[in-house]
């Protein structure tokens, strides 16, 4: 699989020959879809929770009479038929949302995500990517000349400038190849790879 690799200013100034084992996959939708649900489900902290019958403040007295009222019988106010009343089945903080992927898939998935992206032009490399302070309004310059709004970026080392320097920018994410996750890949337009990171994303997808 041929990548683009781009220039300074964004424009394709050669190919780089990839991989087919990473960048050149058949594209797997039910598997993407799959680890994409886990990794999102993996992140919930599950620390909501709801209040069964027990739980709520409210009064044990019975609201009414059992007979000659023509409603249904009430023992009290917290049943939770009743507005305001306790849940049947409350959530709890202790709910367990994560979905076990086996690694094979996951490195599967990961690389039917990186094969479709190269297909649409959505991912392309780069010589490297550096900056000499750790200055946004530099790194931004930088993207706005190879004319990326909403990028990825998969470095094969983030030194402190460069992470000082995207952290605060819009629709950007500068990672390494170990921190490169599904849902991200889907998200962002256009994906940019430095060349040592490709060796990188070679020994962990392949």
């Given at each position: 699989?041929?990548?683009?690799?781009?220039?300074?200013?964004?424009?394709?100034?050669?190919?780089?020959?990839?991989?087919?084992?990473?960048?050149?996959?058949?594209?797997?939708?039910?598997?993407?879809?799959?680890?994409?649900?886990?990794?999102?489900?993996?992140?919930?902290?599950?620390?909501?929770?709801?209040?069964?019958?027990?739980?709520?403040?409210?009064?044990?007295?019975?609201?009414?009479?059992?007979?000659?009222?023509?409603?249904?019988?009430?023992?009290?106010?917290?049943?939770?038929?009743?507005?305001?009343?306790?849940?049947?089945?409350?959530?709890?903080?202790?709910?367990?949302?994560?979905?076990?992927?086996?690694?094979?898939?996951?490195?599967?998935?990961?690389?039917?995500?990186?094969?479709?992206?190269?297909?649409?032009?959505?991912?392309?490399?780069?010589?490297?990517?550096?900056?000499?302070?750790?200055?946004?309004?530099?790194?931004?310059?930088?993207?706005?000349?190879?004319?990326?709004?909403?990028?990825?970026?998969?470095?094969?080392?983030?030194d402190e400038n460069l992470y000082l320097a995207s952290r605060n920018l819009v629709n950007?994410?500068?990672?390494?190849?170990?921190?490169?996750?599904?849902?991200?890949?889907?998200?962002?337009?256009?994906?940019?790879?430095?060349?040592?990171?490709?060796?990188?994303?070679?020994?962990?997808?392949?």
């Open positions: 699989m041929q990548l683009e690799l781009l220039n300074d200013q964004g424009q394709a100034a050669s190919k780089l020959e990839a991989p087919d084992t990473v960048f050149g996959r058949e594209y797997n939708e039910d598997l993407v879809h799959q680890i994409v649900v886990a990794f999102q489900a993996n992140a919930r902290q599950g620390t909501r929770a709801q209040k069964d019958r027990e739980q709520v403040k409210h009064s044990t007295k019975k609201p009414f009479k059992q007979k000659g009222t023509g409603r249904a019988r009430a023992g009290m106010t917290s049943s939770p038929l009743w507005r305001g009343g306790g849940r049947i089945f409350p959530n709890s903080p202790e709910e367990n949302f994560t979905q076990k992927i086996n690694k094979k898939m996951y490195r599967a998935g990961m690389a039917s995500i990186f094969s479709q992206l190269a297909r649409e032009g959505r991912l392309a490399v780069v010589d490297s990517l550096r900056v000499e302070s750790p200055k946004t309004k530099a790194l931004a310059a930088k993207f706005k000349a190879m004319n990326l709004d909403s990028v990825m970026v998969i470095a094969d080392e983030v950007v994410l500068v990672v390494e190849p170990r921190y490169a996750d599904p849902v991200s890949l889907v998200h962002y337009r256009k994906v940019l790879v430095t060349k040592a990171a490709v060796d990188k994303l070679k020994e962990m997808f392949a």
